[in-house]
């Protein structure tokens, strides 16, 4: 739960601290915009992905699902600047499937938090096979952090690859040579 409150004193002090003047035009509404952002950057920490992926219908089918290019937003636990790209999900269903948003959904559920890529991807892996059993899945993440691009070492354009396996995907690397080829790798 967001502390809208503390938020904004928080934000105040910070401002102070790096020398600002709180009380100037352009500032005064400033915590309480941050506090409203937040509530919607981090909204995912109160949201539980089970919500989503246990609406699940029956297939007959046990092709591999993938979905593709999945835009997200999230934000460096260290640094707390954004990190975003593209997430990639592929699941070998074992009797049922999800509608396709909801796999965007998960992925937002995750993203919208102080997060890890490694974590954002393994987190998201492990609400599949939870919550839908499917026989295996495979989390792609490819993305690219603010921390590395403009401050630090500042390699702008510099991308970070992650990837969870779970189920029949640790075991059977034919499964994830096929999501490459369907990805267009
Ligand atoms: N593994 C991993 N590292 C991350 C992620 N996001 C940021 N980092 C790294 O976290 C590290 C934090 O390093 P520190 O040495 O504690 O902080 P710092 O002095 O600001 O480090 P520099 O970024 O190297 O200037 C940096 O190397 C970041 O690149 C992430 O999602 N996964
Ligand atoms: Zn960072």
Do not use: W
């Not at 409203?36 to 297939?59: N, P, Q, S, W």
């Not at 987190?123 to 939870?130: F, N, R, S, T």
């Not at 919550?131 to 590395?148: D, N, S, T, W």
């Amino acid at each position: 739960m967001i502390d809208h409150e503390k938020v904004e004193q928080a934000v105040r002090l910070l401002l102070e601290g790096i020398g600002e003047d709180v009380n100037r035009e352009g500032l005064i509404d400033t915590p309480d915009r941050i506090a409203r952002m937040y509530e919607e950057i981090y909204g995912g920490m109160e949201e539980d992905a089970g919500v989503h992926l246990m609406k699940t219908f029956t297939v007959e089918s046990s092709e591999m699902v993938i979905e593709k290019d999945i835009t997200f937003y999230s934000t460096c636990e260290h640094h707390l600047l954004p990190f975003y790209g593209k997430a990639h999900i592929a699941y070998i269903p074992d009797g049922k499937v999800v509608g396709l948003s909801k796999l965007a959904r998960t992925v937002e559920v995750f993203a919208r938090r102080l997060q890890l890529q490694e974590q954002l991807t393994g987190q998201i892996a492990d609400a599949l096979m939870e919550y839908m059993q499917p026989k295996g899945a495979l989390v792609m993440v490819e993305a690219e952090h603010m921390c590395m691009t403009m401050r630090g070492i500042k390699k702008p354009g510099s991308q970070t690859v992650t990837l969870a396996r779970r189920g029949v995907f640790e075991t059977d690397p034919t499964l994830e040579e096929r999501f490459f080829r369907m990805l267009g790798r």
